[in-house]
């Protein structure tokens, strides 16, 4: 039954859907929504406004069994119940890439067989939440001739595929240094030929044109290389190694309902959720309420620069929602972080973002949600915001949420929002009061605590000389680098004598007459490398070459310029922006797509300044946007290096020395004399702004249309199974059919207590998820490469544990396989536990291997923080299919715990004050832990041993949906046995249940 039938069904049934009486509607009822404002509750429009959206969510989806009234109540209630009670939590969606979305896809299809056996349609068998899955496979290097790293994609569109390379012309324009220079002219040697006529402002140059045809450069040597002899071998070997699991995601994107599967070659995952998947609000079955999102990867809180609330979970939590299952989470703390002042003129947003994420981490705020309000915040364009909040795992925060503004909504404009559903967005938000004037101080929520920021506080920074924690502030670089020569040599010194540090060395350089001294500048690289994530550092740089060159500057000749591109798509959008002809007029040529000057790979200086520098034993200088500089990497006769921002990297270029006050010295000096300072030429952030709405966001958005549109050959041709149970493949080591359905029974089981089980691990405090679940690559001497290697596999083609996790037989013998794992049970760190009854030493899979075949239940004994760490969907997963049945820990990260019951493993924690060791536990013993018929929530248990020694433990079921969940065996059961109980029989005409809200 459809989402908006359930309401009304339940509004005219004798038990009415609890809340409703706040059920409101817009466009003359056409669309019904859940309307807080209606519960004329003065808390509400006090709540921070990422807490009003757990509300809405508790408040529509209030069953009485997942989510209950006193949720509603506890959420509203949020200044008293925070950092004490939890709530339960139901995303809009769920976000997937593909190997952690994999072995929920593979559960979901033996979920199927299962049903199957007991009669049941396998067709009902689909998410209950809506699930995207992004195929955004990383790229494994086997083919590197010239070490590229990207395709060159100018314009965007499908890359290169084996079906369909496309050919790339080698007759544009030739690759950098290789010809002459002719007097001051700024035209450097081989990247703009001296006769050339000059590229006038506002007549956009041939070069421009020649963009699609531009030849892949090595970075290396800077000549045209083959490109089928690289990225598209490197691309071929990617999507035939990973065939088997491409096939079964395109039969996923076919056979499950409500599941979304995005082909590779698209994008990658959070760029994707960022730019096509994000709704900000749902609309659904006449239903609108507010997107958000949980994503299994750590990127997902970029939405939350959307005024979309989403973070990163693991696996099992991920199927959990994809399930029909809330998130549970303890109401958090709220950090209102104030924004004030004006941002300064020379500040860029990577300047603001590290800015705010250092003032962030000092503050203390971890696994505190914060929001942010205040008149500053209408200065930050949304791709400020996305990558503010993609710095939550820097200063340790859940989510950094910006509530939706004008701001936003003139952003979204440009984007994949129609005029209608824009008018329909901002007319929802403003009802339920989602929606915020940051100019306004009486729209304030109150928070748990304020962090106010002056944005004028922030201002430019390089790093440098020589190592990156060293920062400058540019006000005081002049005074900074002067300090460097008088220093003892070090990392901040030179040591030069006072009575050489004015000296000045002339040499000659294409007929013309130039010097150099302490602090000039002879290599300018300008990197995107590691600012690709919002494109208004480098469109800064751009505007700032064209102002430039309008205002008569130049770059001296013998300076070392280059421009490396992280990917074809920034060459694209500097394109659309109207600034690469000007990056090129100032030297700045397009020299490759891939490492380049950070890593050292610079072409070598002109003989004459190497000559000039090495006679007056020069402190000559690198400035590079990238983030390598240590002393001697960019050139051995370069011993002082900067990092800085693309437009600073410009400034210093045409400045020529990094000696140079930029407030009260000029830039440089026009042809005819007239000074010209960087505050003349620099760009105003509303101009970076409105040309990055213009020209990149609308253009990024349109090309990702079409690639989602189009597809790409291999995708579109990969054959696929036609069929609504999947044909697994039993001699496939990359996707099997998990045992986790086996022997599954229609009623619930009694509660099975644990006889005389024996100890897999014992084990100490600290045991992170790195520990147990299996990642990286695969050891040739484990347990898994064993496996493999049964199968006729060499170590080559092992791959990694995450391309495999779709095969438990891999997964489950690489739980607990880290080198690193300390068992006191064999005294050294190591992958290896004791079989008991036998006194073997062996790998942890085959001794649990051998104890099920022998029928023995296994526990793990732990110490503090069992299972702290990221969230990894094998945690639960391996252990249970190793035999283990319980862990008895002193206590339990809160999510490592919610895994182990969701896979149906119960956790038991020590009574306070004891531990394995004050029991006298040596590991050795055989446990046993009765359950009664009736548990409760944190109920005290007695655990048995061999030796006649007993102690109590608390069950740490902590809801009814725990021990429901634990009585089923785990979550996966508890699906599957609801589905058989409830569903009609195969060949029924039972309409699918709909997706969750």
């Known amino acids: 039954m459809l989402m908006l039938e359930v309401i009304m069904a339940l509004t005219t049934q004798s038990k009415e859907h609890p809340y409703s009486h706040v059920i409101d509607s817009l466009r003359d009822g056409a669309i019904k929504f859940f309307n807080p404002q209606k519960l004329n509750d003065p808390r509400y429009d006090k709540l921070p406004l990422s807490i009003r959206v757990i509300l809405e969510a508790a408040i529509r989806n209030c069953d009485g069994f997942y989510t209950k009234e006193d949720d509603v109540q506890n959420i509203l209630d949020w200044q008293r119940q925070q950092d004490k009670t939890e709530v339960p939590f139901s995303p809009a969606r769920v976000l997937l890439q593909d190997f952690t979305g994999i072995p929920a896809m593979v559960d979901l299809a033996a979920m199927r067989d299962a049903v199957v056996k007991h009669g049941v349609d396998p067709a009902l068998v689909n998410p209950k939440c809506p699930t995207d899955l992004i195929v955004d496979h990383s790229l494994q290097i086997d083919f590197n001739k010239c070490a590229i790293q990207n395709t060159p994609n100018p314009g965007g569109g499908d890359g290169p595929n084996p079906s369909q390379a496309p050919s790339r012309s080698t007759s544009s324009r030739p690759p950098s240094r290789g010809g002459s220079q002719c007097g001051g002219q700024r035209g450097p040697c081989g990247k703009t030929a001296c006769n050339d006529p000059p590229n006038l402002p506002g007549r956009p140059p041939a070069s421009v044109q020649q963009i699609e045809n531009t030849p892949l450069l090595c970075p290396f040597h800077l000549q045209p290389v083959s490109e089928t002899e690289t990225a598209v071998k490197n691309q071929e070997m990617e999507l035939i190694r990973n065939k088997e699991r491409l096939q079964f995601f395109k039969w996923c994107s076919k056979a499950f309902k409500n599941v979304n599967v995005v082909p590779p070659d698209v994008g990658a995952v959070h760029q994707v959720n960022l730019e096509y998947l994000s709704r900000v609000v749902q609309v659904s079955d006449g239903l609108i309420y507010p997107d958000s999102v949980v994503g299994t990867d750590s990127h997902t809180t970029m939405i939350n620069g959307l005024g979309v609330l989403g973070w990163g979970v693991g696996g099992i939590e991920s199927e959990a929602v994809m399930l029909g299952q809330p998130v549970s989470l303890t109401l958090p703390q709220v950090v209102g972080c104030k924004l004030v002042g004006s941002i300064n003129p020379l500040t860029t947003s990577i300047d603001i973002v590290l800015g705010i994420t250092k003032h962030l981490r000092q503050a203390g705020i971890s696994g505190r949600f914060v929001e942010f309000f205040g008149p500053g915040v209408s200065q930050l364009s949304v791709p400020d915001r996305t990558t503010i909040a993609n710095m939550c795992p820097e200063y340790n925060a859940t989510v950094s949420f910006f509530p939706v503004d004008h701001v936003a909504l003139k952003h979204f404009k440009k984007t994949n929002f129609t005029q209608e559903k824009l008018e329909l967005l901002e007319s929802y938000l403003k009802v339920v009061n989602i929606f ?562």
């Open 436 to 997: 915020r004037s940051f100019e306004e101080a009486s729209e304030d929520p109150q928070y748990s605590e304020v962090i106010e920021i002056n944005l004028s506080s922030i201002v430019p920074h390089v790093s440098g000389p020589k190592r990156p924690q060293d920062r400058v502030a540019v006000s005081s670089m002049k005074e900074d680098f002067q300090s460097c020569l008088n220093e003892k040599v070090g990392f901040k010194g030179f040591h030069i004598s006072k009575e050489k540090q004015e000296l000045r060395v002339p040499f000659t350089h294409c007929g013309q007459e130039y010097q150099l001294a302490h602090g000039s500048v002879v290599i300018a690289a300008v990197i995107s490398c590691t600012n690709n994530c919002n494109p208004s550092v480098m469109l800064t740089a751009g505007l700032l070459a064209r102002k430039a060159i309008e205002a008569g500057l130049v770059v001296k000749p013998y300076i070392q310029t280059s421009l490396a591109p992280g990917s074809g798509m920034v060459t694209h959008y500097l394109s659309a922006g109207g600034v690469l002809p000007y990056f090129s007029q100032l030297g700045f040529e397009v020299v490759g797509y891939g490492c380049s000057t950070c890593v050292g790979n610079t072409a070598p200086l002109p003989e004459a300044v190497v000559d000039a520098i090495k006679q007056g034993d020069l402190v000559a200088c690198g400035v590079l946007s990238g983030n390598r500089h240590f002393e001697g990497r960019l050139c051995d006769r370069v011993r002082a290096n900067y990092l800085a921002s693309p437009p600073l990297v410009v400034a210093y270029a045409i400045a020529g020395t990094v000696g140079i006050d930029f407030e009260t010295e000029p830039l440089g000096v026009t042809s005819d004399g007239r000074e010209v300072y960087l505050h003349d030429i620099w760009p105003s952030r509303e101009e970076v702004q409105q040309t990055e709405e213009d020209a990149v966001i609308s253009s990024v958005f349109k090309d990702l249309r079409g690639r989602m549109e189009k597809g790409n050959n291999f995708w579109n041709n990969l054959e696929c199974p036609d069929s609504i149970v999947f044909p697994w493949d039993h001699k496939s080591t990359y996707i099997r059919s998990p045992p986790f359905f086996s022997k599954l029974s229609k009623d619930v089981p009694a509660p099975q207590s644990i006889e005389n089980a024996h100890v897999l691990l014992f084990l100490g405090d600290k045991v992170t998820t790195d520990h147990i679940s299996p990642a990286g690559s695969i050891a040739r001497i484990s347990a898994a490469a064993k496996y493999l290697q049964s199968k006729r596999l060499t170590p080559r083609e092992f791959n990694s544990y995450g391309a495999r996790r779709g095969n438990d037989a891999v997964m489950t013998r690489g739980t607990f396989a880290s080198i690193k794992l300390q068992n006191r049970l064999i005294g050294k760190p190591g992958p290896k536990t004791l079989h008991i009854p036998s006194g073997q030493t062996l790998d942890v899979f085959e001794a649990a291997d051998r104890y099920q075949r022998d029928g023995v239940p296994l526990i793990i004994l732990a110490g503090k923080d069992y299972g702290s760490g990221n969230s990894r969907d094998w945690v639960a997963k391996g252990p249970y299919l190793l035999g283990v049945r319980a862990v008895i820990a002193e206590s339990f990260e809160k999510l490592h715990k919610n895994q182990l019951v969701g896979m149906g493993i119960v956790p038991l924690q020590f009574l306070p004050g004891q531990n394995a060791s004050s029991l006298e536990l040596s590991g050795k013993e055989r446990f046993s832990v009765a359950f009664p018929e009736q548990l409760s929530p944190r109920q005290q248990l007695t655990v048995k041993t061999s030796r006649g020694a007993s102690f109590g433990v608390v069950a740490l079921f902590d809801t009814d949906v725990d021990l429901i969940c634990f009585q089923h065996g785990g979550l996966l059961r508890r699906v599957a046995r609801t589905e058989i109980q409830t569903s009609p029989r195969s060949g029924s005409d039972r309409t699918r249940s709909s997706p969750c809200p």
